[in-house]
């Protein structure tokens, strides 16, 4: 089973910006799509930001223009750069193996999920 560790949340005010990493150990790391998802309190786990083997990627409209998400195969890592933060944007962040063709199919392939890291914005 891939393990999946999420780091580089914080508290941070509004209009402020976070890089969060997810580091994935296992092979074959660089033909796999990952996806960012975040879980607020109260609500359901939402897919944020996607990138395949391509380094295409895709956002959700909340954090388009926002949020940039990247990865580096050498180091098994993807990253989720956030920028102009806004309150809503405070949840629980995890990232995942992600399987789909477009953003409406895109779905979670891990069912083990990371410990996730929090990230809250507050003044």
């Known amino acids: 089973q891939v393990q999946l560790v999420e780091s580089g949340g914080g508290l941070v005010q509004p209009g402020g910006s976070l890089r969060l990493s997810c580091a994935a150990s296992g092979s074959f790391f660089s033909i796999y799509p990952m996806g960012w998802y975040r879980q607020a309190p109260g609500k359901e786990r939402e897919l944020v930001a996607t990138?395949?083997?391509?380094?295409?990627?895709a956002y959700a409209d909340s954090v388009k223009g926002r949020f940039t998400i990247s990865r580096d195969n050498a180091k098994n890592t993807v990253y989720l750069q956030m920028n102009s933060l806004k309150p809503e944007d405070t949840a629980v962040y995890y990232c995942n193996r992600v399987s789909g063709r477009d953003w409406r199919t895109w779905r979670p392939v891990y069912t083990k999920w990371g410990q996730g890291t929090q990230v809250t914005v507050s003044s």
């Open positions: 990138i395949d083997s391509s380094s295409t990627t």
